[in-house]
C-alpha cells in the first residue's frame, strides 16, 4: 500500500533532471549526475551483532552476507561495518593488530572478498571503518616500537618521558576515563593512548605512518571497497610539544574523567586537515570512493573538515540530533543553523543512532522514534541508520555479570555503557531469535520476541514497515533525495519543512508533542507516508503524528 503510492511518485519525480544552479540555505548547486553517497542512505552493521553463522555467538562476515537481501528489502544503498580487522577486542575491534587482515571471528579475507563481491551485485556499496589514531598494542608495530627507545618504529608511537615528579607527561585524559599515558617500565616512557592502553596513538606526524597507512588504504580500494567511515578522525594529530589541555570549568565527575579538561592541545589540530586532504585525494584517485568523518565537534569547527582549500572528507559525521533537546523549535534552530553553515558544495549528512549512544527509541520512546525516523529520512542529506533502530529496539538492561564495553567496565555506575546499544539483532521469535544457534554475546533485547523482523515484516503498522514505507519514498523521489529544504512555519510543537525539487515539493509535518495540533494545509495535499494510520489530510495532526505529503500543482 504505502509503497505502492511511493511508486507513484517515482514516474513523476524522475522524469526531468536537468543541471540546474541555485544558492543559499538548503539548495542544491548541482541537480543531476550527483554521486552517489549523496542519494545514498548508510546502514551501520555492527558485525558481531548482526548475524552469526558459525554458533560461536559472535556475528560474522558469512552472516552479514546472509541478510544482504534484507538491507536491499528494507532499502538502503550503503552498509558500514564496524571493524572486522585481527584484533584482541579490547575495544571489540577498534584496536586493530593487523589494518589488512579479517579477525578469524569473523572470517577470513577470501570471506570478505566474498561478501563484497555479494553486495556489489545488489547493488549495494560498502565501507569499511578506518581506525588511524590507534593500533592495538599488540600490533607488530607496536611491539616494535615498544622493544627499546632505538627501535626503528620508536617515534611510530607518541614516547614521552616522565614529568619530573614520574607522573605522567601532561594532565590529558583517556576517553574510557584514567591518563591518557601508560607507564612503559623496560624502557622507563610513557605512551599516549587517547582511549584504552591497549591502544596506543600513532604519530601521525612520522611521514613513515603516513605511508604505512596510504598503504592500508590502498589494500582495500584496490580490494573494491566503497570507502571508509574514519574513526576519531579529530584525534589523529595532536599540538606540538604536547601541552597542558585547559581544566573544563564544567566538569562533573558523572560526566566521566574524559570531561576533565578541555581537548584542546589532544585533538582537532590545523594539520588534520592536511591528513584529511591526503586520504580525500587518494579516495578520489580510485573514483567516487566515500570518506565520512567521525568528528564530534561543534558546527562551526565540523565544517572545517568538508577541507580548508583542499577537499577533505565528504561527510563529516553530523551527531547533533542524538544529544539535541527533542523539542520542535530548538530543532528548527539546529537544522537551519547546520543549513547555514555548510560550505559551498558540502553535502548535508544526518545521524541518530550509533553502537556509541543509547538508541533513539530508549530516549524518546516508541512513538517519537517513529517521528525520529521520519525526521532522519527526510531531511536534505546522506542518513546513516544504525542498525536495529529500524525496529524501534529500546533500552536493554544489561546485567552487571553480562557487561562487556570497557568504558563502562572502567567507569561503572555513570550509564556510559554502550553493550546496550549493541545488543544482537532479532530475527524470529524461535531460539536465540535466530541471530545465533548458541547464546550470544550480549543479551537480546527483552521484548526479542515480539519485536524482531519476521514479527515486523508481517505487521504493516511495525517501525520496520514505517522505514521501508520512508526508504522506499526516498529512493522514488528526488525531492528527498537531492531536493531543496526549506523551513515552514508550523504550530507549536510541530516541525514542518518542504523538499522541492523542479516541480516536486513535498511537505513533512512531525508533530514532536502527544497532544493534538493543527496544520495549515496548502491546497491539494495528497498523504504519502504517516507514522501513525494513513488518512485523508486535514488540518491537524494527531498525537505524536508525522506526516510527509504530496503538494499539488
Ligand atoms: C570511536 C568508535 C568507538 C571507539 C572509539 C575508539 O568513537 O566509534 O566505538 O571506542 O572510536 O576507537
Ligand atoms: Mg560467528
Not at 548535508?348 to 522514534?369: C, F, K, M, T
Not at 522505514?467 to 512555519?489: C, H, N, T, W
Request: net charge negative; aromatic share 10%; charged share 25%.
Amino acid at each position: 500500500m504505502l509503497p505502492a503510492i511511493a511508486h507513484r511518485l517515482v514516474s513523476k519525480g524522475r522524469k526531468s533532471l536537468a543541471r540546474e544552479s541555485s544558492d543559499g540555505m538548503g539548495t542544491n548547486r548541482k541537480a543531476d549526475n550527483v554521486p552517489w553517497w549523496e542519494r545514498s542512505v548508510i546502514y551501520q552493521v555492527y558485525p558481531r551483532s548482526f548475524q552469526d553463522s558459525d554458533g560461536d555467538g559472535v556475528g560474522d562476515l558469512a552472516g552479514i552476507e546472509r541478510r544482504l537481501d534484507y538491507l536491499v528489502t528494507l532499502g538502503v544503498d550503503a552498509i558500514w561495518l564496524s571493524p572486522i580487522f585481527p584484533s584482541p577486542m579490547a575495544d571489540f575491534g577498534y584496536d586493530v593488530a593487523d589494518y589488512c587482515g579479517v579477525d578469524p571471528l569473523f572470517g577470513d579475507l577470501a570471506g570478505f572478498d566474498h561478501l563484497l563481491a555479494a553486495a556489489h551485485a545488489r547493488g549495494l556499496k560498502l565501507l569499511l571503518d578506518f581506525v588511524p589514531n590507534h593500533s592495538s598494542d599488540r600490533h607488530p608495530w607496536f611491539v616494535e616500537s615498544r622493544s627499546s627507545r632505538a627501535s626503528p618504529k620508536r617515534d611510530w608511537y607518541i614516547w614521552r618521558d616522565p614529568a619530573p615528579n614520574g607522573g605522567p607527561p601532561n594532565n590529558w585524559t583517556s576517553d574510557m576515563g584514567g591518563p591518557a599515558w601508560e607507564y612503559d617500565p623496560a624502557p622507563g616512557q610513557y605512551y599516549l593512548h587517547a582511549f584504552l592502553k591497549e591502544q596506543p596513538d600513532l604519530n601521525w606526524r612520522n611521514p613513515e605512518v603516513r605511508a604505512a597507512m596510504t598503504d592500508v588504504l590502498r589494500f582495500w580500494l584496490d580490494r573494491g571497497v566503497d570507502g571508509f567511515r574514519i574513526d576519531v578522525l579529530w584525534h589523529i594529530v595532536k599540538a606540538e610539544g604536547l601541552p597542558d589541555n585547559p581544566p573544563n570549568p564544567d566538569y562533573r565527575a558523572e560526566l566521566g574523567e574524559k570531561h576533565k579538561v578541555l581537548q584542546l592541545n589532544s585533538a582537532n589540530q590545523p594539520e588534520v586537515h592536511e591528513m584529511a586532504a591526503a586520504f580525500r585525494a587518494l579516495a578520489d584517485s580510485y573514483g567516487e570512493r566515500l570518506l565520512v568523518g567521525e568528528i564530534v565537534l561543534p558546527v562551526e569547527t565540523l565544517m572545517d573538515y568538508y577541507g580548508r582549500g583542499a577537499p577533505g572528507v565528504h561527510l563529516p559525521s553530523n551527531f547533533q540530533l542524538i544529544e539535541a533537546p527533542w523539542d520542535a523549535a530548538a530543532l528548527a534552530a539546529l537544522i537551519a543553523a547546520y543549513e547555514a553553515a555548510l560550505p559551498p558544495g558540502g553535502w548535508p549528512n544526518w545521524v541518530i543512532g550509533s553502537h556509541d549512544y543509547p538508541r533513539i527509541a530508549a530516549r524518546l520512546g516508541e512513538a517519537q522514534a517513529r517521528i525520529a525516523a521520519m525526521l532522519l529520512l527526510t531531511l536534505r542529506g546522506t542518513p546513516t541508520l544504525y542498525q536495529g533502530d529500524e525496529l524501534g529496539i529500546g533500552d536493554v538492561t544489561i546485567p552487571p555479570d553480562r557487561v562487556r564495553d570497557p568504558q563502562d567496565l572502567r567507569q561503572p555506575g555513570l550509564g556510559l555503557g554502550r553493550d546496550r546499544s549493541r545488543t544482537p539483532m532479532p530475527w524470529v521469535s524461535s531460539a536465540f531469535a535466530g541471530f545465533s544457534t548458541v547464546e550470544p554475546w550480549l543479551p537480546l533485547n527483552e521484548d526479542w520476541r515480539a519485536r524482531n523482523v519476521a514479527a515486523q515484516e508481517g505487521d504493516p503498522r511495525s517501525m520496520l514497515a514505517l522505514y521501508r514505507s520512508l526508504l522506499a519514498l526516498r529512493r522514488s523521489s528526488e525531492a528527498l533525495a537531492i531536493g531543496d529544504f526549506a523551513l515552514v512555519p508550523a504550530d507549536r510543537d510541530v516541525l514542518a519543512y518542504e523538499r522541492r525539487h523542479r516541480e516536486e515539493r513535498l511537505l513533512v509535518a512531525l508533530n514532536l508533542s502527544s497532544e493534538r495540533r493543527t496544520l495549515r494545509l496548502p491546497t491539494g495535499a495528497e498523504l504519502l507516508v504517516s507514522t501513525r494510520d494513513m488518512r485523508p489530510p486535514d488540518g491537524s495532526l494527531a498525537p505524536d503524528e508525522g506526516l510527509v505529503l504530496r503538494v499539488l500543482p
